[in-house]
């Protein structure tokens, strides 16, 4: 059974869609009902429709997850610690899974045995007690703390609660808490869009995704409780995170510097839903921008298999791959939306046609559906659900992958600068290699600076650089790594970068050719560089002396350098001098296959090497 997007999203309703109003549940003194366990065997795969699958595993914790709401004190609270942390009464957030309830409420399908269920709507009912209770006078909510204004928690509230009110209209359901529920909406929105909220409109602006979250959750608000005064200020807040929320370089500020993460499986669904509901271009305009700035950032591996990412400039999270099919979940799928307007997006979306396998591999698999882990429940997979997915075909998206800067040009030097937050990101294309680097300032502790992958057209990503002081591509002086710093540049030439720690301690000239990059170091005393190579199983790796390096093995030896051969691809890193070097193996792996694995090559010095690795 498909859904119609405009009823669930709007919540229409019509003659021969819902049931007479519903009553609210019996007071709470006398103890709320449970919500019984799923029939034996349930749920049946082959039941749900392609787009909806992905509720079958919400499905499966709705009965626990439910029955752990309290019915004592702190009456509705949703315990259990189901869904974000810290797992107290206070942080708003744990109450999001009301959107979650009220789908299972009133969405009838063959495979929802709790639609209409009365012991749902019962706690759902004092969930929803609980969460408008928590709402501060202003119209904000807390997260961290008791009566916090919270940037996150109001933002992705009044959008899940604006979905909870648009099912429960659709279900005629809980009238008088309907009524509650629009006035805490009115009174979110107003707090969320006003230009002079400091907590939200910042100065300088950080983490765009949740202030965009909230205006997106505006929007639907207005849709449900339409009011132009308001839909003007929304507006208003759309065009200040056009001129505001997005670095020149391309990125969505989270906080202030690039994260992969957030910005494609946060940001952009969210602004992809705000765009949904409003159809203003200027989010078309900082998508396509985005879609720019991905493409430098995202490493195409030859086979075909996914991405690396240069995730060592993210500055919260550690998103390292994507695997070129991602089945559902799949947190980023909502973003597709932008596709139809800007194509070369559709290069880092699972294709059409490799999607429909991936559902029909699903229906077809005879294992139990698997229960959702606590905190692994996000109730937005669901939420976006009902938009559906505009995905591109397989050969739209071969063709924004040819598109893509690297693979469309084999020379050029870009530099993409943020002047507010003084950070420089290098991206060099040579016939033989791609080079990414990043200088200036660290916007979070994660953030490795300097060199961070070396690219090659057959063999794909050869150096990758982690968010670790173990694993970055740099020089360790007296157990620090000069990436650790807020490394200092300047651009002779298109083919050369000199940078510097700022004390000094650590210095380097890099030069690049054609089918070379060249590291010269000078330090205060004696040091190690470190190069994070990323192995394959059926490569060759052999010392200078001889000495062979299995894959996912350690070696040491005392050579002058090491040569890697995959496939028809040769690169050679070789140093000044015999030196004692370690290639070490880690736990770190790429990709759904794991045949991808780094291995840190280290070559202590006593304060000056240079260091060369070729490509042919």
Not at 25 to 49: E, I, N, Q, V
Request: charge should be neutral; glycine fraction near 8%; charged fraction near 20%.
């Amino acid at each position: 059974m498909h859904v119609k997007r405009r009823t669930v999203l709007l919540g229409a309703v019509g003659a021969g869609l819902a049931p007479a109003v519903t009553a609210a549940p019996a007071a709470h003194a006398a103890g709320l009902p449970l919500l019984a366990s799923l029939p034996a065997g349930a749920p049946d795969r082959r039941l749900f429709t392609p787009g909806e699958q992905r509720f079958a595993g919400y499905l499966v914790i709705l009965a626990p997850m439910t029955n752990d709401i309290v019915d004592t004190d702190p009456y509705g609270f949703m315990g259990g610690g189901w869904w974000r942390t810290p797992a107290q009464p206070y942080n708003s957030r744990v109450q999001e899974h009301v959107f979650t309830l009220s789908w299972f409420y009133a969405n009838q399908r063959a495979w929802n045995p709790y639609y209409r269920d009365s012991a749902l709507l019962g706690r759902l009912d004092a969930a929803l007690q609980h969460y408008l209770d928590l709402q501060n006078p202003d119209g904000s909510w807390p997260e961290y703390s008791p009566g916090e204004r919270g940037k996150a928690s109001s933002g992705f509230g009044i959008g899940y609660l604006a979905k909870t009110l648009a099912n429960l209209r659709q279900a005629r359901a809980l009238p008088s808490r309907r009524t509650q529920l629009e006035g805490a909406l009115r009174k979110g929105v107003d707090w969320y869009l006003d230009p002079g909220n400091s907590v939200v409109w910042d100065d300088p602006f950080e983490y765009t995704n949740q202030a965009v979250a909230g205006v997106a959750g505006s929007a639907l608000t207005l849709r449900l409780l339409p009011d132009q005064a308001r839909w003007l200020k929304l507006q208003d807040r759309i065009r200040f995170v056009a001129k505001w929320a997005q670095s020149p370089a391309g990125f969505f500020y989270d906080p202030r510097g690039m994260d992969i993460n957030y910005n494609f499986e946060v940001m952009l669904p969210e602004m992809a839903e705000l765009y949904l509901q409003t159809k203003n271009p200027l989010l078309v305009s900082m998508t396509r921008k985005f879609a720019d700035w991905f493409g430098y950032n995202l490493l195409r591996e030859p086979d075909g298999s996914g991405w690396l990412t240069y995730y060592a400039v993210s500055d919260r999270t550690s998103v390292a791959y994507y695997d070129d099919v991602i089945p559902d979940p799949d947190r980023s799928i909502l973003g597709s939306h932008f596709v139809p307007a800007v194509q070369n997006l559709g290069a880092f979306f699972t294709s059409r046609e490799d999607k429909a396998a991936t559902r029909q591999a699903w229906a077809a698999d005879p294992a139990p559906v698997p229960a959702l882990a606590k905190q692994d429940t996000s109730p937005r997979i669901i939420a976006h659900a009902p938009y559906g997915e505009t995905l591109p075909t397989r050969t739209a998206k071969r063709a924004a992958i040819a598109d893509l800067p690297y693979l469309s040009r084999d020379n050029f030097t870009e530099r993409r600068h943020d002047d507010d937050g003084n950070q420089d990101y290098l991206y060099v294309r040579r016939p033989g290699l791609y080079l990414g680097a990043f200088f200036g300032e660290r916007q979070g502790s994660a953030v490795k600076a300097g060199t961070g992958f070396l690219w090659h057209p057959a063999a794909g990503t050869v150096i990758h650089a982690q968010q670790t002081a173990t694993g970055c591509w740099g020089t360790v002086r007296a157990g620090k790594a000069d990436a650790e710093s807020n490394l200092v540049a300047d651009y002779p030439s298109k083919d050369v970068v000199r940078y510097r720690t700022p004390d000094g301690s650590v210095s380097t000239e890099l030069v690049i050719g054609s089918h070379s990059v060249s590291r010269r170091v000078t330090a205060t005393g004696a040091a190690t560089e470190q190069i994070p190579l990323v192995l394959q199983p059926d490569d060759e790796v052999v010392f200078s002396d001889g000495t062979v390096v299995p894959y996912g093995e350690t070696r040491t030896a005392t050579a002058d350098g090491v040569v890697l051969r995959r496939g028809g691809a040769t690169i050679t890193i070789t140093w000044s001098g015999r030196r004692t070097a370690t290639l070490s193996t880690s736990s770190r792996t790429y990709l759904r296959d794991q045949r991808r694995r780094v291995h840190v090559l280290r070559i202590p010095h006593d304060g000056s090497l240079e260091t060369v690795v070729r490509t042919a």
